[in-house]
């Protein structure tokens, strides 16, 4: 049977974190995976989380299961904090096993509705969106997004993209925080976008999963919010992984607004037999976490105050590289954990073997990776490889 497999590559991401643990020098930097670090370095588990943690070691009576829409009451907590104002019933969702699944059912629902339907997707992106796309028969169409060495967004090649698409094309879009470019689109660019994507009956798909870290809560939903005021029909990927710090509970949901409600309960149908054939029903401790942060007034504010503090230390990386290297001062300008740096490979891989800097390959380097007093030493690693020029 196996015979006719070849050997998969390690994801060239992931792999990073293995080859940081085992470099033994001291001062390395791991500028790679998108995870939260405080300014002691560490990933820690957010105080609301921990508090919740303990009400449901306390209160939980049964684990039995709950079905393929997983935690519906989780589900519809988080719609004020992704939405605003009350959706109403054309919004619909379920529970998903991380982003990574709501992406992945989103591109099924996709899939189900239109075979081989035409997604695109501006570059450079997240290295899993072509994947998930492809693997369900959705046709990839790539435009350019973001030139990494002048460091602009390019508004007018998405509006090219979408003005030539139309009824049954699908548009993924980040919702803030690009990854990897750290470069959102402005309130402006988000009306214009919704217009043409109204006038063009073009349906956004939008990965929605770094909310908080970049401009904050409100201000990193306006987006998808436009989008959501303006048109019939959108997808919605969520993920509380980055912003409840819940990575390796994987906690998601996948929203989609529908024409009517009767259209929207046909969509969550078909979100609940996907999900059943996927992983039949999400896994739920995580889910569970972020209900009971948002059931409570007090858990709430403090998870809000938490979400504040890490969005504040971010910029502060960001404005800390932006003074020590005025050349990179585009930095303190974008958004998120994320920014790709016009490297050559030969830097990047030099960064990592001279410096014990590490980053992905294609030179995205995680600010959260840092604090404020690394910054120093980072600006110095990059001009010993000659960046920038
Ligand atoms: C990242 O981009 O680093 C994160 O989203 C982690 C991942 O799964 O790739």
Not at 60 to 79: A, I, Q
Not at 143 to 153: G, S
Not at 242 to 265: M, S
């Amino acid at each position: 049977m196996f015979e006719t497999l070849t050997e998969q590559p390690a994801d060239a991401l992931l792999a990073l974190i293995g080859l940081f643990r085992d470099d033994p020098r001291q001062g390395k930097l791991d500028l790679g995976v998108g995870v939260y670090r405080d300014d002691t370095g560490a990933t820690p588990i957010m105080k609301a989380v921990k508090a919740a943690e303990g009400v449901l070691l306390e209160t939980r009576t049964t684990k039995s299961y709950l079905g393929p829409e997983g935690d519906l009451v989780f589900v519809d907590l988080l719609k004020p904090i992704v939405f605003g104002a009350d959706p109403g019933e054309r919004v619909v969702g379920v529970q998903t096993p991380g982003g990574t699944g709501a992406l992945r059912l989103g591109a099924e629902l996709l899939a189900a509705a239109r075979p081989g339907a035409r997604v695109l997707v501006g570059t450079p992106t997240w290295p899993n969106h072509a994947p998930i796309i492809r693997a369900t028969g959705l046709e990839l169409a790539l435009h350019p997004f973001f030139d990494v060495a002048t460091q602009r967004l390019d508004f007018a090649a998405l509006t090219v993209a979408v003005g030539a698409a139309g009824p049954g094309d699908v548009v993924l879009l980040h919702g803030c925080c690009h990854n990897p470019a750290g470069a959102d689109l402005d309130d402006a660019e988000w009306d214009e976008l919704a217009e043409l994507l109204a006038a063009r009956g073009v349906t956004p798909f939008v990965d929605l999963a770094y909310q908080g870290l970049g401009r904050g809560l409100e201000a990193d939903a306006r987006g998808t919010r436009r989008l959501v005021e303006r048109l019939p029909e959108v997808l919605i990927a969520y993920s509380c992984d980055k912003n409840f710090g819940l990575y390796r509970e994987r906690v998601g949901a996948l929203y989609a607004l529908a024409a009517d409600a009767a259209a929207a309960e046909t969509v969550k149908s078909n979100m609940a037999a996907l999900a059943r054939v996927n992983w039949s029903m999400p896994p739920d401790h995580g889910a569970a976490i972020v209900r009971t942060v948002l059931e409570d007034g007090e858990l709430t504010a403090l998870w809000r105050a938490e979400l504040l503090e890490m969005g504040d230390r971010v910029r502060a990386v960001r404005a800390a590289i932006a003074a020590a290297e005025p050349r990179l001062a585009v930095l303190a300008r974008q958004q998120g954990m994320f920014s790709t740096l016009p490297l050559t490979p030969e830097q990047i891989r030099r960064l990592r073997t001279d410096h014990a800097v590490y980053m992905a390959g294609s030179g995205r380097i995680n600010l959260a990776g840092l604090r404020v007093g690394d910054v120093p030493a980072f600006v110095e690693a990059l001009a010993a490889v000659g960046f920038p020029g």
